[in-house]
């Protein structure tokens, strides 16, 4: 069974920094590539970040770029994003979700179109405080 887990979610005020995991199982995590998405109240689903698992190949949305990092360990088979500097805008329920690395980069770009990414967690959400 394929089973992805995101933690590390909280309530932090403006400025400061939170960790999420994404802990990956059931599928092989060195060929697949990791994104993680967020989703505010009322607005579409973003794609922030992606990384490929064997050879750490990143890409980051502008509104994270130079403040979020994303990592992976396939020794714990978990993929991080270290996010600092948060803003209120930032405020959202953070997903991860895995597929293959073109289709993860498309998709995390939002270039995919019809296509989605094939495996999801169930989220974590992120509330940050003026």
């Known amino acids: 069974e394929v089973q992805l887990v995101e933690s590390g979610g909280g309530l932090v005020q403006a400025g400061g920094s939170l960790r999420l995991s994404c802990t990956a199982s059931?599928?092989?995590?060195?060929?697949?590539?990791i994104g993680w998405f967020r989703q505010a109240p009322g607005k579409e689903r973003e794609g922030i970040s992606c990384?490929?698992?064997?050879?750490?190949?990143?890409y980051y949305a502008d509104s994270v770029k130079g403040r979020f990092t994303i990592s992976s360990d396939s020794a714990k088979n978990t993929v991080y994003l270290q996010m600092y500097g948060l803003k209120p805008e930032d405020t959202a329920v953070y997903y991860c979700?895995?597929?293959?690395?073109?289709?993860?980069?498309?998709?995390?770009?939002?270039?995919?179109?019809?296509?989605?990414?094939?495996?999801w967690g169930k989220g974590t959400p992120v509330t940050v405080t003026s």
């Open positions: 059931g599928f092989p995590f060195d060929d697949y590539a």
């Open positions: 979700a895995a597929d293959i690395p073109s289709k993860t980069f498309l998709v995390t770009t939002g270039r995919g179109g019809k296509y989605d990414m094939e495996f």
């Open positions: 990384i490929t698992n064997m050879d750490s190949t990143t």
